[in-house]
């Protein structure tokens, strides 16, 4: 689970509970409301398959409890649309709590008084279908990024649980089903059989009220039946903040799961478990972030000189349900090793036989070394290069053609000023293909989209700079190469596009942009800003450029 210390992503330990009261006076002040208050609550027969409830952007929320009699069944974090406030709807499945035909009570956490300016939008929840939220044009707004997948509603950040499984990808991740900020985390979950088309599939993990919520870990397939339960049983490691990591799974293709009696099968002082078999020694290996003091972190001091001791520590397990530590990695750059812990082998391209382990954090800061099974040895990193915008990425386990396959999630900009009823925010990057190369300075990863988005282009657009205007407005992907490897400046589709080095392969969207540099090497991401939004500027401001060529790209989402 990420934490992004930006004003408008909350730090991972702060908790979407009720806006005290004073607060939430002087917000409906501010807004010319009457400063009145009143107890809200409603009973509700639960004859539908959904929670229908009016959002709001921009604004602070309170936490609304679910109850069966007087116990709480559900809370959850939800701004209130105010007097002639723009809003939209959210649709939050009933099924999974087993409330069909029983009658709610829908209330504030504890009780607390609220605003009267909320009653209206209050009076407006219902039980209801997902029909009576979503809109068929909901893939067809114009911030919703086109060829790269999302949420349908709300807000999404880390990939998690990445499983290639019954012939399909499965991608969860972090998941905010009442508003378009961080909060109230689920997972939710995307499915696809071509890794571009995608289709979203229920809630797969709920938080168990607003104090034990769900955070990051991976996915895999017990193919040795360790756990007992059947061959091939597909299970997710994820952070429960009320109890520590754990471990659940699926008898349905991974539509919904259940939790191992065991959990939690780890307590300590971090977060984002993964869980990999590691065949030399038929055993399965976790990989978690940590922040405990360790011998480690006492060899290894932060090079910053602070006290500071982030690690990816390291245990194993014969039957997934009980596990021993063995070790732990850190690096004097801790930044590197901070949250959601990737560590897999790959082989080394045009060397029979010859492989190395890659390990990082959600900076995908990569680096190389050797693991045995216990700890992991570092012969090369931090790799350096661009990044940007891109964090916590995932890979896929099991892929059905031993591709390492990983996608990240995009940190993009609201743009509220602009569509003040902004229904989705945040996005995912290409699915992205690892390969290990040797270069002139040594071992570096690569990575490039995977040989399906070709299947994105369509016609040729331009091959000069004379014919970029024609990019002006589009979903683009353009091959640029220069004369020289130095900064290059450029802009496509209102949003920065430059980079360092010689060539570049460029994906625009329309909230963010990836840029492949010198056939992957280097990798970064750059997001619309909100004082463009509108911007179709499309520009190359640096010379020498040596060759040029610009595919138009089709939406992958179904028009309805």
């Known amino acids: ?35 009145d208050v009143v107890v809200l609550e409603k009973q509700l027969k639960v004859d539908g398959t959904h929670l229908i409830v009016p ?23 939800v701004a209130l649309p105010g007097e002639n406030q723009a809003s939209w709807l959210a649709a939050y499945p009933l099924d999974h709590f087993g409330l069909n035909g029983k009658t709610i009570r829908l209330a504030p956490v504890k009780g607390a008084k609220q605003p009267d300016v909320w009653k209206p939008s209050f009076d407006l ?42 012939g399909k990808y499965h991608l969860y991740y972090q998941y905010n089903p009442f508003g378009i900020g961080w909060g109230n985390m689920h997972w939710g979950h995307l499915e696809s059989t071509d890794l571009l088309h995608w289709e979203e599939k229920p809630i797969a993990l709920f938080q168990k009220t607003l104090r034990d919520a769900m955070y990051s870990g991976g996915g895999f397939l017990d193919k040795q039946n360790s756990a007992g339960l059947g ?30 009696p065991e959990n939690p099968i780890l307590k300590h002082a971090g977060r984002d478990p993964v ?63 901070y949250e959601c812990p990737n560590l897999f082998e790959l082989p ?10 890659i390990l990082f954090g959600a900076q995908n800061r990569f680096i190389i070394g050797k693991f045995d099974g216990k700890t992991f040895t570092k012969e090369y990193g931090p790799q350096p290069g661009q990044r940007g915008n891109v964090y916590a990425a995932q890979s896929f386990s099991d892929t059905p053609d031993g591709r390492r396959i990983q996608i990240g999630w995009v940190r993009t900009q609201s743009f509220l000023k602009r569509y003040p009823d902004q229904i989705v925010s945040q996005g995912f990057t290409l699915p992205q293909e690892f390969t290990l190369k040797e270069t002139n300075e040594g071992l570096r990863v690569f990575l490039q989209p995977v040989k399906e988005a070709e299947q994105l282009r369509g016609e040729i657009i331009a091959t000069s700079i004379d014919g970029l205007k024609s990019c002006e407005g589009q979903l683009t992907e353009a091959f640029i190469e220069f004369e020289d490897s130095n900064k290059h400046e450029l802009i496509i589709n209102g949003i920065d596009a430059s980079f ?17 540099v ?11 800003t909100a004082v463009n939004v509108d911007s179709t500027e499309t520009s190359v401001k640096s010379g020498g450029v040596k060759s040029l060529q610009v595919y138009r790209l089709k939406t992958i989402w179904k028009k309805n």
């Open 275 to 337: 869980i990999f078999w590691y065949a030399p020694e038929q055993k399965w290996v976790m990989a978690v972030y940590d922040e405990s003091e360790c011998a480690e972190t006492k060899a290894t001091p932060d090079a910053s000189g602070k006290v500071n001791h982030r690690n990816i520590a390291f245990y194993e397990s014969k039957n997934l349900r009980q596990w021993a530590r063995t070790g732990a990695f850190t690096d004097p750059d801790r930044k590197a090793v």
């Open 231 to 260: 061959k091939d049983t597909f299970f997710v490691a994820f952070t429960s903040t009320g109890r520590g990591e754990c471990l659940a799974y699926s008898k349905d293709g991974g539509l919904t799961f259940e939790e191992l």
């Open 518 to 528: 010198d056939s992957g090497l280097n990798y970064s991401v750059n997001p619309r």
């Open 55 to 77: 959002v709001a952007n921009g604004t602070k929320g309170m936490a609304l409890g679910i109850y069966e009699g007087d116990k709480l069944v559900q809370s959850f974090s």
């Open 125 to 166: 929840i219902k039980v209801g279908a997902a029909s009576d939220a979503l809109k068929a044009d909901d893939y067809d707004q114009p911030y919703r990024d086109q060829f790269h997948p999302s949420t349908r509603r709300g807000w999404n950040n880390d990939p998690n649980g990445m499983v290639f499984h019954g």
């Open 500 to 516: 360092t080095g010689r060539s570049a392969r460029i994906f625009t969207d329309r909230t963010f942009n990836e840029i492949y």
């Open 1 to 35: 689970m990420t934490t992004y210390h930006h004003t408008h992503f909350p730090s991972r330990h702060a908790r979407a509970l009720t806006l005290g009261l004073t607060a939430a006076l002087a917000l409906a002040a501010t807004c010319g409301y009457a400063a």
């Open 348 to 357: 080394i391209a045009g060397k029979a036989g010859e492989s190395r382990w």
